[in-house]
């Protein structure tokens, strides 16, 4: 089975620390996601990665950075945490997709951020 | 850019009875769609995919969906719904090689 992990479950942050949400995927696959999820938005992607060191922004990528030097690990970063942050954020990973192709996404259980 | 509609945000149904999630979707090009559950405090779980052919597409836990091109919909559908299907429900499509998710519709199920 594959298995996402996300490294807390609950956090709580004061505005302005650094927070640093870790995901580790066990299957090798070389794509990975973070969403954050909000009620009545859904998902959205922040950030992902289709390879070590590589990144691509998603449709809202504005407060946070990502980190992969491993290739079953991938870190958002929120510089300095807002209220605005305050959300759920999940971790997802994929095998690589041929153009043309696509290939499902597994996801973590999530990690609830609360900024105060 | 794709997007996807959930027109429903809660539906409540009783134990027993059928249940049909509605999902539209906006992309030029043929879809690919799923369907992922969310059940309390977890993370999503793939119901069911649709990428081309039979337009009926079955999927896990009983869940069927249906893909009406004309229609630009992907509803979700259960004959008998179990109090564990209460959870909530996003209808997603890929384009652009990333997946983009509709608002999410929570399902309560009464006894």
């Known amino acids: 089975d594959v298995k996402v992990t996300q490294s807390s479950r609950y956090l709580v942050k004061r505005t302005g620390e650094k927070v640093f949400l870790e995901c580790v995927q066990d299957m090798d696959h070389e794509n990975m996601f973070w969403y954050r999820q909000d009620p009545g938005l859904g998902l959205r992607l922040i950030y992902f990665s289709y390879d070590v060191k590589m990144k691509e922004k998603g449709d809202i990528p504005e407060g946070y950075s990502v980190s992969r030097e491993k290739k079953e690990r991938f870190s958002l970063i929120l510089e300095s945490a807002s209220t605005n942050q305050t959300s759920m954020y999940l971790c997802?990973?994929?095998?690589?997709?041929?153009?043309?192709?696509?290939?499902?996404?597994?996801f973590g259980p999530g990690t609830r951020l609360t900024v105060l | 850019a794709q997007s996807v509609t959930q027109p429903d945000i809660h539906i409540t149904v009783s134990e027993g009875a059928s249940l049909e999630l509605r999902c539209n979707y906006s992309y030029g090009a043929t879809p690919y769609l799923f369907w992922y559950v969310q059940s309390p405090g977890q993370g999503l779980q793939l119901l069911l995919k649709y990428f081309s052919g039979d337009t009926l597409v079955q999927g896990i836990k009983g869940f069927e969906a249906e893909f009406k091109r004309s229609q630009s919909s992907f509803n979700l559908r259960k004959p008998s719904v179990h109090w564990s299907d209460a959870a909530e429900y996003f209808c997603a499509v890929v384009g652009d090689y990333k997946l983009s998710f509709g608002a999410g519709t929570t399902v309560t199920v009464r006894a």
């Open positions: 997802a990973s994929s095998f690589s997709s041929g153009r043309g192709t696509y290939n499902e996404q597994f």
